[in-house]
């Protein structure tokens, strides 16, 4: 059983799917070990606790830098013996300790097609509004591995959202959530789990 550690930020809605997806059968060789969030206020915290998985609070405002948060979660995610790590709305950038303590062994949810809106400062409604104004018709969700590189690691699963008449970055979102990202997460997590996930160069082989 790998051992798998979601980390959070916000509402969790992500999160929640993982743990559907688990009481579901969908999620056979991988256990939820740690919830951590970046917040003591995340209604995520509240829906792990409600899993019975246990929380933790790495809060960004005890540490001086992104790089302390991080070599603290790092030291938090080894104590635990965490395999995996879930990124599911956790909004701060990690640094490469966390990257090189776990080599493809991170994996980051994006609510666009990457690299379409990615990067620096495309996190959350930001990605849906830039969307909008740019004028596409399509948008989705990628989920990837996460390197030193913002949103740049290799591409594991994506999918497809259409953009509609008269959409607001809240109902894209909403959109996107239920038709690309509730189901590619949990997804990617189940083949990281089974092994089914190897990588050469940028690109991930999913094995049958
Ligand atoms: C999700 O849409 C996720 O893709 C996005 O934040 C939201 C978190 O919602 N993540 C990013 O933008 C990362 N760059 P949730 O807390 O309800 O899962």
Not at 18 to 24: F, G, N, Q, V, W
Not at 99 to 109: F, G, H, L, R
């Amino acid at each position: 059983m790998k051992r798998i550690a979601v980390l959070v930020s916000g509402g969790g809605t992500n999160l929640q799917a993982l743990i559907d997806a688990k009481a579901a059968g969908k999620i056979p060789a991988g256990e939820f070990a740690a919830v951590v969030s970046s917040s003591p206020d995340a209604y995520a915290l509240q829906r792990a606790e409600k899993a019975g998985i246990p929380t933790y609070v790495i809060n960004r405002r005890d540490y001086g830098s992104n790089q302390e948060l991080t070599v603290a979660l790092t030291a938090l995610l080894r104590e635990q013996k965490i395999d995996l790590i879930v990124l599911a709305g956790f909004m701060y950038i990690l640094t490469r300790e966390l990257v090189d303590a776990y080599p493809n062994a991170i994996i980051n949810v994006h609510p666009a097609l990457i690299p379409s809106f990615c990067g620096e400062g495309c996190y959350g409604l930001h990605v849906h509004e830039k969307a909008l104004a740019y004028g596409v018709k399509v948008s989705g969700a990628t989920v990837h591995f996460v390197s030193e590189e913002c949103d740049g690691g290799p591409i594991i699963l994506q999918k497809a959202v259409n953009v509609e008449e008269g959409d607001t970055p809240e109902v894209l979102q909403r959109r996107i959530m239920e038709q690309a990202e509730w189901i590619i997460l949990p997804k990617a997590v189940d083949l990281f789990c089974r092994d089914k996930l190897t990588v050469e160069g940028r690109r991930v082989h999913i094995l049958s």
